[in-house]
């Protein structure tokens, strides 16, 4: 139980204790400002059906130290050490893990306790209780040493945040029933009650007496193991929070709006850096998600055997599609290949399927007819083919302005960017 205990207390009591004082606005607010500091302890467990949230969170934390004769000044400053450990887990500061800690053994040692409001920072904290005297007692008072925290220290704490404590002792009280009573109405104000017992003096009555239940009771031989009981502590005190429900997966654009998209081109106009813009265009655009399930790709190209491109139902797989992309033969002019849409192109023959959208990409660039050009995208726009214009470049503004009463002209330098425009207006991104 070393380093790792204190963390856990604190979400332990930040998530378990927490409903008790009705302060959800608060508990709120307070995890909003735990996100902006550092967090330490041990990570998140992922038990399959829950997770195991250890995360630091606010909480005024008090250590109830044995100091009686049995002790002895060594296993004292054992105890001191442990419990300096357990503070080096936390975020010390006035709107975070606040400590207290109270000495006893004949009665309580006031001059050996400190309060909340005392010291501010993890410094002024560890070096408060390497300060504290150890008097040797000659009773075990355990019950006094409770009472005294939970009426004199908690006083202190912010209603708005866990109230935990832990008791350290070595042996049972001389006043046990008073004991019992006074760490029950400790619970019964709030306080969530650990205790740690070392050493075979001890009883086990006493000490789930103290904490109210035996999962909150710990036990080592001696004070040299008190770090042995670490993990045994830390995820016992972790809460288990169930894993959300993923939201349900988005239906594929090509589900719901399936497509059959024929890509226009003349390679005798665009030329060598033409055909390379169109090429990078239509790789990056079938290599989009929602290009994906439901979407049929074709190329009109030519009108020779060799380079007239593809039909939709030629490829089913997106590397033999990119790989043909790759290969465009020699050229057909513009206009006429912008026929085919309306001739051809989407027939059953060349996979047309009736319920999808009749969608064309045409490449602008190079030299072209254009009044001819504008006649057949005309024609195609009537007969119900959604037309997108990708300029490679070189294009007159005039020339765009008619052509986008057809269809989509669309933005953008790179192929990237035309690319991605085109995708997003086929299937908009879902919210």
Not at 333 to 342: E, F
Request: contains cysteine.
């Amino acid at each position: 139980m070393d380093k790792s205990v204190l963390f856990v207390l604190v979400t332990f009591l930040a998530y378990s204790a927490a409903p008790a004082f009705g302060t959800r606005h608060a508990e709120h607010t307070l995890n909003a400002r735990l996100q902006s500091r550092f967090r330490r302890g041990i990570p998140d467990k992922d038990l399959g059906d829950v997770i195991k949230i250890c995360s630091q969170n606010p909480v005024d934390l008090a250590f109830v130290v044995d100091a009686s004769r049995s002790i002895g000044r060594r296993n004292f400053t054992i105890g001191l050490g442990f419990v300096q450990d357990m503070v080096r887990m936390y975020d010390i500061a006035p709107d975070m893990v606040r400590i207290a800690v109270t000495t006893f053994g004949y009665g309580v040692y006031e001059g050996a306790s400190f309060s909340f409001s005392r010291y501010k920072t993890q410094p002024e904290v560890l070096e408060a209780i390497a300060q504290l005297y150890y008097y040797e007692g000659g009773r075990t008072d355990t019950g006094d040493a409770i009472a005294y925290m939970e009426k004199k220290q908690m006083v202190e704490a912010r209603p708005e945040v866990p109230h935990v404590a832990i008791v350290l002792t070595d042996g049972t009280s001389q006043r046990r029933y008073f004991t019992r009573d006074m760490a029950k109405r400790a619970r019964d104000s709030g306080i969530k009650m650990f205790a740690v017992g070392v050493g075979r003096w001890v009883k086990e009555e006493e000490l789930i007496n103290i904490a109210g239940d035996p999962s909150r009771v710990f036990r080592v031989t001696n004070y040299e193991e008190l770090k042995t009981i670490k993990e045994e502590l830390a995820y016992q005190t972790c809460y288990e929070k169930p894993k959300p429900t993923p939201p349900p997966k988005a239906e594929p654009c090509g589900s719901k709006h399936p497509s059959d998209i024929y890509f226009v081109m003349d390679q005798v106009a665009l030329g060598q850096d033409g055909v390379g813009w169109t090429t990078q265009f239509m790789s990056h655009t079938v290599d989009q998600e929602q290009m994906g399930e439901g979407m049929q790709f074709g190329l009109i190209s030519g009108i020779c055997p060799f380079d007239s491109g593809f039909s939709l139902d030629t490829y089913s797989q997106s590397l033999s599609l990119k790989k043909r992309i790759r290969q465009n033969g020699s050229p057909k002019r513009l206009a006429q290949l912008v026929g085919q849409l309306l001739t051809s192109a989407f027939s059953e023959s060349q996979g047309h399927r009736p319920d999808s959208r009749k969608v064309g990409v045409i490449f602008l660039g190079g030299k072209m007819d254009t009044r001819a050009l504008l006649d057949e995208m005309k024609a195609a726009a009537i007969n119900g083919v959604k037309l997108f214009f990708a300029n490679t470049g070189n294009v007159s503004q005039d020339v765009l302005d008619k052509l986008s009463l057809m269809g989509t002209v669309l933005e953008g330098q790179s192929t990237r960017e035309q690319s991605a425009i085109f995708t997003n207006l086929l299937c908009p991104p879902q919210n």
